[in-house]
């Protein structure tokens, strides 16, 4: 297996809502981020967590909360969105430096 | 503050020809990596350069590294429409942790 799988593709959700994303990993990867892609933008690093350590971008707002429940699965937690944070959220994981990442096909979120 | 910039942003061009697409970082790195992106797909991961003078060719696309000059390129030869894409370079500073250059989006015109 040498994909990272994302649920769900599509979402669309409410601003009092509460979702979550998922994504799966069997490649035996170490580490796995959470990026957020406006169009026509470049990709932005949200979180990591490698080696059950966790990283947090400090400019991501706390209605966004990344939860590792093994080493395979990374959850991106949805709380009290806002219409700016409809984007593309990418999930990635990666072996070691030396190998880049593998991308998941990626959730795009709407909030309404 | 790191910057990895993309020169061109966009850049249109016909079958055939040859361009180049440039990446400029500003911290130091010993590696650098290339990823393309179709019109709301995923990123697809393109070269792995891993060290200073490394050059990477695949089909069309070529893509070398100068640590010292903090630059990337990807070279194009005789463009294909297939080639269509935005095109990400990205730089991991520290760890594994990749920050994305500005992208460029290419088109190529039949």
């Known amino acids: 297996d040498t994909e990272v799988t994302q649920t769900p593709k599509h979402l669309v959700m409410g601003m009092t809502n509460k979702k979550s994303l998922k994504c799966e990993q069997h490649m035996g990867h170490r580490a796995m981020y959470w990026y957020k892609q406006k169009a026509k933008k470049p990709p932005e690093l949200m979180f990591v967590y490698s080696y059950e350590k966790l990283s947090i971008n400090e400019s991501v707002p706390s209605r966004f909360s990344p939860e590792c429940p093994n080493s395979s699965l990374l959850n991106l937690h949805l709380h009290a969105l806002q219409p700016e944070d409809s984007a593309l959220y990418l999930c990635?994981?990666?072996?070691?430096?030396?190998?880049?990442?593998?991308f998941g096909s990626g959730t795009r979120l709407t909030v309404v | 503050e790191l910057k990895v910039e993309q020169n061109p942003l966009f850049l249109s061009m016909q079958e055939g020809k040859n361009y180049t697409i440039y990446c400029n970082y500003s911290t130091t790195s010993d590696r650098l990596y290339w990823y393309r992106q179709d019109p709301g797909k995923s990123l697809e991961s393109l070269f792995v350069?891993?060290?200073?003078?490394a050059v990477k060719q695949e089909g069309r696309l070529m893509a070398s590294l100068d640590t010292k000059a903090r630059l990337s390129t990807l070279h194009i030869t005789a463009a294909v429409h297939d080639l269509s894409a935005t095109y990400f370079c990205?730089?991991?500073?520290?760890?594994?942790?990749?920050?994305f250059g500005t992208g460029t989006s290419l088109t190529v015109i039949p």
């Open positions: 350069l891993l060290s200073n003078g």
């Open positions: 990635a994981s990666s072996q070691a430096r030396d190998y880049g990442y593998t």
């Open positions: 990205a730089v991991p500073p520290t760890g594994n942790q990749f920050y």
